[in-house]
């Protein structure tokens, strides 16, 4: 059984104006299809082959370029249209927003925290929200495709929220602007998806 390219549960121009069915389109039907080839290929025929890509990223041989880049990518963008909605932005609730002033003091302070972290994450990349046993988050950013599940890589923990600040990702509407596309996507976050995400792996 291969990994297959996810269906996204919105049209690609659904996020507009935050982000642009261009990218959207470009992004998922392109980049993240081209992941998805990629690791296919990259796993056949070896042990990874079959197994869950959180296993595979949980055991990998960093050494192992196509796995870790293609591996990586498959799984950060599968959890990048997740946590993204039309419905989108506000404020998390419940026991998310609970562990979010828990571990940051306030949503406010996450917010700064989470941006900060994808605005000075240098080159490619992304900038995370993950869940620790029992509850913790952490904000950290990872270089390329790399995420915390991999051994040794960023804070540790599960990803519940990942933004993706690679320049495919923002510069046909953007350009040079991150830190405007980085308020943006603060509009179109699915909290509900990330609470989800949250109660599966704290
Ligand atoms: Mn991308």
């Excluded at 297959?4 to 919105?10: I, Q």
């Excluded at 990223?57 to 796995?67: E, F, I, R, T, Y």
């Excluded at 909605?85 to 419940?94: D, T, V, Y």
């Amino acid at each position: 059984m291969s990994f297959e390219l996810p269906k996204l549960s919105y049209a690609y121009d659904a996020l507009e104006p935050h982000i642009d069915a261009r990218t959207m389109e470009i992004h998922h039907s392109k980049h993240h299809n081209g992941y998805t080839s990629k690791l296919n290929a990259a796993v056949e025929g070896t042990a990874h082959e079959g197994k869950s890509i959180e296993d595979i990223l949980s055991n990998l041989d960093m050494d192992d370029k196509a796995v870790r880049n293609n591996g990586g990518g498959f799984y950060n963008h599968r959890l990048f249209w997740e946590v993204m909605s039309p419905n989108g932005g506000g404020n998390p609730s419940g026991a998310l927003a609970d562990a979010i002033n828990a571990s940051f003091g306030s949503f406010e302070a996450f917010k700064d925290e989470f941006a900060t972290a994808a605005k000075t994450q240098f080159g490619s990349g992304w900038a995370w929200l993950c869940v620790h046993a029992g509850g913790k988050l952490t904000v950290c950013g990872t270089p390329n495709q790399d995420n915390s599940l991999m051994p040794g890589v960023g804070c540790g923990g599960t990803p519940i929220l990942g933004l993706d600040v690679w320049e495919h990702a923002y510069y046909l509407n953007y350009q040079n602007r991150r830190p405007d596309y980085v308020e943006a996507f603060f509009n179109v976050i699915n909290w509900d998806a990330v609470a989800d995400k949250f109660e599966a792996g704290k």
